[in-house]
């Protein structure tokens, strides 16, 4: 074999090997174009109405976008392992912490007995370190979820991984393959500094911000400035952590050179999207490739075909899509414009499509602040970047600010309520 061809073959397996090692199994099965349905973690036991399967959760060191860092990882991947049962099924699930600090598991959107549910302090005392803990529930739904840590920085830290419950009957969206988009962020900073920091600064990660230089250019007028400095606020804040310390994931992936997944041309395919961040809204569009949205949190809606949704902390959504003979990115751009995960839909391995530009940052308007004042010089702000040009039939950006939440160590989430005189957590979604 010529050297220079050795050489490379070799470089190529030894990055196949890196990426086997922190990505799923789940997530590299979209390489191949093999079975339709997307193939869980082996279970420890399976048998008609049993499931059971064994988690174990520890810190690793991966690699994210050429940099390493120490992971909480579910199995030693993130995401972690998919969790797949069919609605009927009884869940029986193993979490061996090989933590030297308590972990758990929370279900999210499952109705299951409370002292299942998985949030330390609240409804069970957590899992010590280095110690066992069995969950065992009835499946009682169908659709996509998710689980996670709910134990200090555990999540932001990776511990987060998809979770498919197949229909006991006809799936009423058919569809010829499938794939699992797990979204979230990372960032190498201990997320306690990145906590301190906030605290410290609310816009400390705010590198958009508007400054005097903006007044002195022009870009900004100065009374538009100093009145949102009077009030110590921003009308660039849309997010508190932004791509300044994060780097946005797609499977476990940094943009460059991102995820992939194969289709064969025509085939139906269906993306059950998990936005697994800690903090980050994202607005999802595959440019060129309209989406039918099937299912949002689990549940079956009136499908409603977009080019754009807007997925928030903890949500899924569900689409279908029939892609021709030709390479699409999947781009899933931070709300605020800092940055951006994405991956590839190909028909043949190694192709790639344009990756988007970034769109201009969004700002909010005192109006949007509930200020109300029309007549302090904020009509020329644009919000139109704040939110997609179209939403699922007005599923994208849902306000769960009615309903009630606890925050658990820095981990809560929005949609989060517990049925407490019911004695079971039922989750929206």
Not at 167 to 195: I, N
Not at 317 to 335: H, Q, S
């Amino acid at each position: 074999m010529d050297r220079r061809l050795f050489l490379r073959n070799a470089s190529a397996f030894g990055a196949l090997a890196g990426l086997s090692a922190m990505t799923p199994a789940w997530a590299r099965s979209a390489l191949t174009l093999g079975p339709a349905r997307v193939e869980g973690l082996a279970p420890t036991v399976r048998r008609p109405g049993l499931v059971e399967y064994d988690l174990t959760i520890d810190r690793t060191r991966l690699a994210f976008g050429g940099r390493t860092g120490t992971a909480v990882t579910m199995n030693g991947s993130v995401p972690g392992p998919l969790l797949r049962f069919t609605e009927g099924d009884e869940a029986v699930i193993r979490v061996h912490n090989k933590l030297d600090e308590m972990t758990s598991v929370h279900w999210h959107g499952l109705i299951l007995p409370n002292d299942q549910d998985g949030v330390p302090h609240v409804n069970f005392p957590g899992i010590a370190a280095r110690s066992t803990f069995e969950y065992r529930y009835p499946i009682r739904q169908f659709g996509t979820y998710w689980c996670h840590s709910h134990s200090a920085f555990q999540e932001q830290l990776g511990h987060y991984a998809p979770f498919i419950i197949d229909p006991a009957g006809p799936e009423p969206y058919p569809f010829d393959r499938e794939m699992v988009v797990v979204l979230s962020d990372w960032t190498f900073e201990d997320p306690h500094d990145v906590l301190d920091n906030l605290k410290n600064r609310a816009n400390y990660y705010n590198y958009q911000r508007n400054t005097l230089g903006d007044v002195l250019s022009g870009d900004v007028s100065a009374s538009s400035y100093l009145a949102w400095e009077r009030m110590r606020m921003d009308p660039t804040d849309i997010s508190d952590i932004t791509g300044a310390t994060y780097t946005f994931l797609m499977n476990g992936q940094a943009p460059d050179p991102g995820w992939s997944g194969l289709f064969r041309p025509g085939e139906r395919v269906r993306l059950r999207f998990v936005n697994a961040s800690a903090l980050t809204f994202y607005d999802v569009r595959i440019p060129g490739l309209p989406m039918t949205v099937v299912q949002v949190n689990g549940q079956h809606v009136q499908p409603v075909e977009t080019d754009e949704f807007r997925i928030g902390i903890a949500e899924t959504y569900d689409v279908v899509v029939e892609p021709g003979d030709r390479a699409y990115t999947v781009f899933a751009e931070a709300m605020d414009r800092s940055g951006y995960a994405r991956g590839t839909l190909a028909p043949r391995a190694g192709m790639t499509a344009p990756v988007p530009e970034r769109r201009e940052r969004p700002s909010l308007t005192m109006m949007d602040m509930g200020m109300g004042h029309g007549s302090m010089g904020h009509e020329g702000m644009d919000m139109s970047g704040a939110a997609p040009g179209a939403a699922a039939g007005g599923m994208a950006g849902m306000d769960h600010s009615q309903m009630q939440g606890a925050d658990h160590g820095g981990t809560d989430h929005p949609g989060m309520a517990m049925a407490a005189a019911s004695g079971e957590m039922a989750m929206p979604g």
